[in-house]
């Protein structure tokens, strides 16, 4: 650590450690480039563009930022990114109108890009012309719905960079095929049964996209005529909870099958596999997360996935080939840790493994001690401060992150920093992913289903009892609970609660009614708002409390220090 600095300090001018690391990283479709952001060091914020050409090891600065984001063509010849809204590219193209969103089409032939009026535009080689635009309508713009599906995008290259899926947001959302020179041709489902547009994907063939109920507990994923607009069903997805999209999918296999992302539950299995065509390509024991694309030359699939410990994510190559034995996996990693992987042609890039790196380094090593407890084998890690030698009874700091849904308890020093600060003030730092985080298992993760708040609660408060069997120098008497956004809302709750067992809470922004949440997130936990009031009314926090501190996400960390030493004297 810097000398004179504190972490909370350290933390915010580096970005908590990523500037001066590549990020926004994509592989070119024949593996041949590889283009990336990343600022000049640790301290310096504004990330430049560069590409990396495979084959000699070349790193060429393209633009030197900041940039923010950028897209290219399917071999990444062709770049375009903006800078204070005006368009920047690699090819000759111009804008006419503030730019948003700038797409290479596949072949780099024309560069499409959305203004911030929500106009359709591509500009190319016949100069800047409109494709789609209406007053008060947004056209090639994600709707409102899409960030909670992860889509981010709202208009899509055909693989021939002749047409355009976009979406049209006006009182509903629809897609339509937009023909460069003129045509146009509308998709057709049962929007009204089906209103969430969940995915699309367009790498090869016809377009892929997935559609759910309000409910979110069955959906279709549906290939579109790309002549008629009209679509044809490839897969059902159900669940009596809520349907979970594994990312990545769908997508067209080389041999013309379409992968799905579902659930395996019966003879006992309780999995999220990967199928083709109905076929089951992934064995049971792995836990799908990502799927990651298909490498060139052998044609297997690499995934991201969790195989038996939670706490880590490693890569794998699973078979595609129709025929022979059961599902198999191949491990591609064999080091504890939360790996990454990118595929592009025959290229497959391992945590960033080619590219140059220079954040600053992490101040501490911590040492967290993973185990599962509870008969329910919640996943758990106990922290303590730094040169710890036992014998005396600790404060403790349930630690809750941004809450349910997202995972604590990782193999990654990144997530394990500002934790190991809160230790080395005082406290043994606790976290237990309560039921209701993803990377053990479906049951596991839907089981809080309309009683998130209760199961989670619960969860939270028992791991912590069981952890004192290995750990007796928990103070039991003395335990703060803290949490960001959701994590904020359980942690307001705990204490409102379960006094009995917390004794102070802060809560980072937090969400303290779930009906101030986009409505495709709350029902997915919680059902319909209409048909289920009182449950709604169960979930909601109380802003404020004499053990309870609301602090902004953005607040002084020794302020909340200062709070939960003070509580927990």
Known sequence: MLSGVEYPELAARTGRFRFGAPHAVTVGGDGARVAFLRSAGPFDPDPALWVRTVDSGDITRIDPGPVTSFA???????????????????????????????????????IGYVTPAGALRVTGPEGDQLLAGEPGVAWGCADATAAEFGRTRGWWWSPDGSRILAVRSAKTVSLHLLDLYG??????????????????????????????????????????DTRTGETQVHAELADAR???????????????????????????????????????????????????????????????????????????????????????????????????????????????????????????????VLERVTDRRLPSAVLYPTGRVG?????????????????????????????????????????????GTPGVAPSFEKVVYRRLADVALTDQIEGLHALTGKHPDLDLDRVAIRGTGLGGWLAALAVQRRPDVFRCGVARDPVLDWADLPPAYAERYLGSRTDNPEIYEHHIAGPTGPALLTVPKSGDLSVEVEFVTRECA
């Open 391 to 435: 014998g005396t009874r600790l404060p403790v700091l349930v630690e809750l992150g941004d809450g349910p849904g997202r995972q604590q308890v990782i193999q990654d020093p990144a997530a394990w920093q500002e934790r190991q600060w809160w230790a080395d003030a005082g406290f043994v730092v606790v976290s237990v992913d309560s039921r």
């Open 242 to 368: 809520w349907v979970e999209p594994i990312p990545g999918t769908p997508l067209l296999l080389p041999d013309g099958r379409v992968l799905v992302g579902g659930e395996l539950a019966h003879d006992g299995f309780d999995a999220r596999c990967l199928f083709a065509d109905g076929s089951l390509l992934t064995p049971p024991g792995l836990y799908v997360r990502r799927v990651a694309g298909v490498l060139g030359g052998t044609q297997e699939l690499i995934v991201e996935g969790t195989e038996g410990e939670p706490a880590e994510q490693h890569i794998y190559a699973i078979r595609t080939s129709i025929g022979g034995s059961s599902a198999k996996s191949r491990r591609l990693t064999t080091e504890p840790g939360w790996h990454h992987a990118i595929v592009g042609g025959a290229l497959l890039m391992i945590d960033n493994e080619l590219l140059p790196s220079a954040p600053e380094p992490f101040p501490y090593a911590p040492k967290p």
């Open 183 to 224: 045509g146009w041709v509308d998709v057709h489902w049962d929007r009204e049964t089906y209103p969430y547009l969940a995915d699309v994907r367009w790498s090869s063939g016809n377009p892929l996209i997935t559609v759910l109920r309000r409910s979110q507990q069955h959906g279709l994923v549906l290939s579109v």
């Open 72 to 110: 290219g063509s399917s071999d990444l010849s062709v770049l375009a990114w903006t800078v204070a809204g005006a368009l920047r590219s690699t090819s000759d193209f111009s804008a006419s109108e503030p730019v948003v969103d700038p797409q290479p089409s596949p072949d780099g032939g024309h």
